[in-house]
Structure formats: structure tokens, C-alpha cells
């Protein structure tokens, strides 16, 4: 395969693809770290490391865009969060109603706190006097277990309409133009000799430290 000639020396002697040259400026190397999650369980994470030479660095491909972050994952974890409070709180709430409910109501043989009321049992006392303010705490929590769901659902929608905008854009717009620019870095040549790079046609020599503004604007001029 024949080399295209350099623009600027108009010679093909010191001329290489950039794709070659920035592999030979990069070492990549996989780490592996081990660590403990929060529910005790060894966690083995290999990361994917890199290392580039001054010009390896100058020739790296662009950068490829992040998707947006689907908002569906953040309410995920906040509700797994609330399902793991909940399962810790509720057995200990009702563990203690199990000592104080018998305790109140002399179900187990002890004396109640709560004497007879106009003919009505200590016990029916007691469970009427710790039932209704447990009635009115359910009722309260049920009306705030709604009115947060209410605010979540609308927060929820709102973020799921920038998320699809933000999609959108991604989509139709900075993805495909990262594509080509990317698609523009794997045809640069670079030339030793002037160090300089330069796509074959296109007739222009290109700054090494202009190179990632050329690839995302072709027409534009140093």
C-alpha cells in the first residue's frame, strides 16, 4: 500500500498512518483491585489503564460522547434504598410494640397502667388509648406515602421529558458527530519530518495541537 505525500515536504519517506503511530505511543494494561460491597461480599474490578508518550497523547482519538443517564436508575436506587430502611425499621418498630402492647395491657399477667374506665376493661382501654394514636400515624403515613408518590411521579415525568430531549440530541446530533470526527482521525497520516498531520486529499497540512478542532470541523483553517 502506497503512502500519500506529505502537503507540506511533498515526501512520503517519514509519513505514517496515525492509527499505527498512536498504538505504538500507547501501552494499554488491565489492573485488578479487590474491595468489599456494603453487604459483605468480596468485590473483584478490573480496570482498563493507559500510559501514551508526549505524542501518543497529542494523537489520541477523540473522546467518545456519554449517553445520558436514564433518570429511571437514580429512582431505582432511592427506591431500593427506602425498601432497605423499611425492612430494617418495620421489625424493630413492631418488636417494640410487642413489648409494650402486653406491658400496657397486662396481657401477660401484669398489673395494667390503665385503670377501669366507666366500666370498660383496663385492657380495652389500654388497646384503645395505643391503637388510636397508631391509627392516626397510619393514616398520616399512608396521605405522605401519597403525596410523595404524587411529587416523585411528576418529578419522574418531567425528568423522563429532558432525558428524551437530551436523547434526542445525543442521537441526532453529537453522536453522529463524534462518528466523524472519529471516522476523519482514522484516516490522518502524520509526516516526521514536519510534524505535521494531514488527511490524503484534502491538500492541507494540520497542526498537531489543532487536531481534534479539525476533525470536528473540516473546512476549518489554521
Known amino acids: 500500500m502506497s503512502l500519500p ?14 492509527t499505527s503511530l498512536y498504538a505504538s505511543n500507547t501501552k494499554e494494561w488491565k489492573e485488578t483491585s479487590t474491595g468489599i460491597d ?19 497523547l497529542k494523537l489520541k482519538p477523540p473522546d467518545e460522547p456519554g449517553s445520558p443517564t436514564h433518570p429511571g436508575l437514580w429512582y431505582g436506587i432511592g427506591t431500593l434504598i427506602v425498601v432497605i430502611l423499611c425492612s430494617i425499621l ?8 410487642g413489648v409494650i402492647v402486653p406491658v400496657l395491657g397486662g396481657l401477660v399477667g ?19 388509648a395505643l391503637g388510636l394514636p397508631i ?33 434526542a440530541d445525543f442521537e441526532r446530533d453529537e ?4 462518528e466523524r ?14 510534524e505535521t498531520l494531514f ?9 498537531v495541537d489543532e487536531m481534534e478542532k479539525h476533525l470536528y470541523d473540516p473546512f476549518l483553517r489554521s
Not at 470526527?181 to 514536519?194: N, P, V
Not at 488527511?199 to 497542526?207: A, K, Q, S, V, W
Request: aromatic share 8%; glycine share 6%.
Open 38 to 56: 456494603s453487604w459483605g461480599n468480596t468485590v473483584t474490578t478490573e480496570h482498563l489503564r493507559q500510559a501514551h508518550t508526549q505524542l501518543g
Open 199 to 207: 488527511i490524503p486529499g484534502e491538500n492541507r497540512g494540520i497542526p
Open 90 to 97: 418495620c421489625p424493630v418498630s413492631f418488636s417494640i410494640l
Open 175 to 178: 453522536l453522529p458527530r463524534w
Open 181 to 194: 470526527a472519529k471516522a476523519r482521525w482514522e484516516q490522518l497520516h502524520y509526516c516526521l519530518r514536519d
Open 5 to 18: 505525500d506529505c502537503p507540506t515536504c511533498k515526501q512520503i519517506d517519514q509519513i505514517q498512518k496515525v
Open 135 to 167: 391509627l392516626c400515624f397510619s393514616i398520616l403515613a399512608v396521605l405522605l406515602t401519597v403525596w410523595l408518590g404524587t411529587k416523585t411521579k411528576a418529578r419522574f415525568d418531567l425528568d423522563m421529558k429532558s432525558y428524551r430531549m437530551k436523547k
Open 110 to 128: 401484669g398489673a395494667t397502667l390503665l385503670p377501669d374506665i366507666a366500666g370498660i376493661p383496663a385492657w380495652a382501654a389500654t388497646t384503645i
